[in-house]
C-alpha cells in the first residue's frame, strides 16, 4: 500500500477499535507508527527513505516478517512493556 492508504485504514481500524474497545488519543499515535513502520523494508517508502532503515532493506524482502502477524504482535507488546500507558484502553 502507498503511505495514504496506510494512513487511510488506520483511521479506519482505530475508529473501530474506538467504537468498540474506547481506546485513547496515546493509542492513536503508536497505531500509526506501527501501521507505517511496517514498510521499513522498502526503498520506496516513507520510512524506508531513511538512511538508518536500509541495512534492514538488504536482509529482508517487502512485504516479508515486517507484514507479518507475529511483528505486528511483536511490536505491540514492545510498546506495552516500554510504556503501559501506550497500551491501555
Known amino acids: 500500500m502507498l503511505f495514504k492508504t496506510h494512513v487511510v485504514s ?10 468498540f474497545f474506547n481506546v485513547g488519543v496515546v493509542f492513536l ?9 511496517v514498510d521499513i523494508d522498502s526503498k520506496n517508502s516513507v520510512f524506508g527513505r531513511v538512511f538508518v532503515f536500509r541495512p534492514i532493506q538488504f536482509f529482508t524482502r517487502h512485504r516479508g516478517m515486517f507484514h507479518s502477524l507475529f511483528f505486528g504482535i ?4 514492545f510498546v506495552w512493556v516500554l510504556s503501559p500507558l501506550a497500551s491501555s484502553a
Open 29 to 37: 499515535l503508536f497505531f500509526f507508527l506501527g501501521n507505517l513502520i
Open 74 to 77: 511483536f511490536l505491540g507488546f
Open 10 to 19: 488506520g483511521v479506519l481500524v482505530y475508529l473501530l477499535m474506538f467504537m
